[in-house]
């Protein structure tokens, strides 16, 4: 070999050789697969079902669809980092939970598609649950469609409460009616109703049933009127009281362990939440039933949610109608006669899907309830839960507001407890709307 600078630039200048090679043959290979559209969720489940649907959508569209799955921290920050520094971004996007994280800035700024005309046109407002709508728009602007409803019903040990302790669950009406049930059955190794020492989603949804959310309509902060103050005294005297109903057994195998013991016989549960339960304790086959909430008011709404999924088109689609297209095929048109909602036990938002045949079907484990007729039945009063922008502040805040009053409680019992709450709450809303207030940008 007579290569005139030595052996080592000539093997460096062979690898360089090889390796742009190489990226432009992949390079060229990339771009002739490029899928037409790229759909981003954090949701595994989800995708699972939607790849099943696709081949239809694609065949109709004469297009490809790529489907990815990314873990839900990933997926927000790198969406948040390309909204703000203009780079690549999916062509459609599934948000788990609030839409808040992307709705930041004025409306103008925000990386979503705006979708208020098309929404309109296709009268989606109408055909969904319009309530679902509030998680997924800003001032007006619909950013988003709403996956799922997600009523809420409370999951009970059947076989212990009605077999064993002979009670009659069409009784209970009320929440007043659930403790006067739940007190003379509770021992020191079993507990009525299942609460979380944090507050958190529980919390969340007891307040949502009696009509209180994070924010408004308008994005005011609402989550320290006096209805709070019941809600919130109602939960302590329950979870820690001197004639408490309940208990907190974790998560995960704590909760499934729990469960199968009978330590809790009542627990909060939406519809997705059915799957989790058949999945972790499979051992509690026919032993399960479901009955709506008990209404904090007689004649009161019976249902509260837990959970929110929406999905989106970016600014930066490549083909923003046929993202729209996409979007709709897969939380509207009913392709697959509700197959898909029912294997992921979530009821979707339409309207017109829940008169479909399968949703009557009988489930072996929850005792043969049409638990999916059930919660249908319900769907209709659940209550709105509006996004803003702020959201993960205000649930910061309400957490924290609960963890000082359940420390009061535990100090102090009922001594002042009601006034101490009624500060608490209101000192922080006022910090979250401190907050908002110096915020000029997000007036717009």
Known sequence: MNFPFGRA????????????????VTHGSYGRKRPTLVMLTAARLHADIYLSKLPEFERRNN????????????????????????GEV?????????????????????GLLDLTDWVAANKLQERMVASRFSMWQRRGVVFGLPHDVHPTMLAYR????????????????????FVAMARPIVTANRFALELSNSGSYWLSMLLMQRGIGLFNADGEVTFDSEATTDVVVWYLQQLHGPQKIAY???????????MRDGVVLFYFTP???????????????GKMKLM???????????????????IGATKGSRNPELAKKLMEFLYVEQSDQGKGWMELHILPP?????????FDTPFPFYSNQPIMRMYANLAPDVPPAYASPYTPKAEDKLNEAFLNCSDYYQAHGEQGLREFVRAEFKRQADDVRAVIARNVLMQQ
Not at 63 to 86: E, H, I, K, P, S
């Open 9 to 24: 630039p000539f093997f460096i200048l062979i690898v360089a050789l090889v390796c742009g090679i190489a990226v432009i």
């Open 63 to 86: 297009v490809t669809v790529d489907v990815q799955v990314m873990d839900q921290f990933a997926l927000r920050t790198r969406l948040q980092a390309a909204f703000a520094t203009g």
């Open 90 to 110: 999916p062509d459609v996007v599934e948000m788990p939970q609030y839409a808040s994280y992307f709705l930041r800035g004025p409306t103008k700024d925000v």
């Open 158 to 177: 059947a076989d212990i409460v009605e077999d064993e302790l002979k009670i009659d669950v069409s009784k209970i009406k009320t929440w007043d009616d």
């Open 248 to 258: 907190d057994l974790g998560t995960s195998q704590p909760l499934w362990r729990g």
């Open 271 to 285: 519809d997705w939440r059915t799957r989790s339960i058949e999945q972790y304790a499979p051992d509690l086959k």
């Open 292 to 310: 709506p909430l008990p209404a904090w008011t007689p004649g009161g709404i019976r249902t509260s949610t837990w959970g929110a999924s929406g």
């Open 350 to 358: 339409v309207i017109e899907a829940w008169k479909l045949p399968i």
